[in-house]
Nanobody, 114 residues
Framework: QVQLVESGGGLVQAGGSLRLSCAASGSISFNVMGWYRQAPGRQRELVATITRGGSTNYADSAKGRFTISRDNAKNTVDLQMNSLKPEDTAVYYC?????????WGQGTQVTVSS
């Protein structure tokens, strides 16, 4: 049974930083791991993804402010978020897809005050 467990959310003022972490349990490995977010009343959206080889993909809203990284040996993926804005407020979800299956974490709340 694979579980993704996130940590690191919280309340921060605009312009501040937060680092989210996600750890995948079990011996399964993932080619791609990523972060998504969902704000109240909005659909879940991509924030960033990273492959095992380190190739990254960012949403336009995240480019230049967020950095995704992973540790393949530990099966973890992190999201460093800088210069946070109130519009970054959302529940952030760790994601790891496998053929035919999407694994999701339970979500961690990020709130950015103005």
């Amino acid at each position: 049974q694979v579980q993704l467990v996130e940590s690191g959310g919280g309340l921060v003022q605009a312009g501040g930083s937060l680092r989210l972490s996600c750890a995948a349990s079990g011996s399964i490995s993932f080619n791609v791991m990523g972060w998504y977010r969902q704000a109240p009343g909005r659909q879940r959206e991509l924030v960033a993804t990273i492959t095992r080889g380190g190739s990254t993909n960012y949403a336009d809203s995240a480019k230049g402010r967020f950095t995704i990284s992973r540790d393949n040996a530990k099966n973890t993926v992190d999201l460093q978020m800088n210069s946070l804005k109130p519009e970054d407020t959302a529940v952030y979800y760790c994601n790891a897809p496998r053929p035919g299956v999407q694994y999701w974490g339970q979500g961690t709340q990020v709130t950015v005050s103005s």
